[in-house]
Nanobody, 119 residues
Framework: QVQVVESGGGLVQAGGSLRLSCTASGSTLTFSMGWYRQAPGSQRELVAG???????TYADSVKGRFTISRDNAKNTASLQMKSLKPEDTAVYYCNARLNTRYQSLTGYWGQGTQVTVSS
């Protein structure tokens, strides 16, 4: 049984920084990892993804501000968020998957962590 657990998140002022962390456990497989977010009334969207080989992909809205990284040995992934904006406010979800079709909402999901950016 694969479990995905996130940590981090919280309340920050616009222009500030936050770091989210995620661990996928319960499997010997190495997953591609991704961070998604969902704001009220909106669909869940990809923020950033990273393959086991370190290839990254980012939403246009976060390029240059967010950085995704991972530790394959621990099946962990982190999302460093800088220059946060009020529009970054959302519940952020970590995802572990065995493919890189990030636009499909499949794989294993964490419970979500709230990020709130005040103006």
């Amino acid at each position: 049984q694969v479990q995905v657990v996130e940590s981090g998140g919280g309340l920050v002022q616009a222009g500030g920084s936050l770091r989210l962390s995620c661990t996928a456990s319960g499997s010997t497989l190495t997953f591609s990892m991704g961070w998604y977010r969902q704001a009220p009334g909106s669909q869940r969207e990809l923020v950033a993804g990273i393959t086991s080989g370190g290839t990254t992909t980012y939403a246009d809205s976060v390029k240059g501000r967010f950085t995704i990284s991972r530790d394959n040995a621990k099946n962990t992934a982190s999302l460093q968020m800088k220059s946060l904006k009020p529009e970054d406010t959302a519940v952020y979800y970590c995802n572990a998957r065995l493919n890189t079709r990030y636009q499909s909402l499949t794989g294993y999901w964490g419970q979500g962590t709230q990020v709130t950016v005040s103006s």
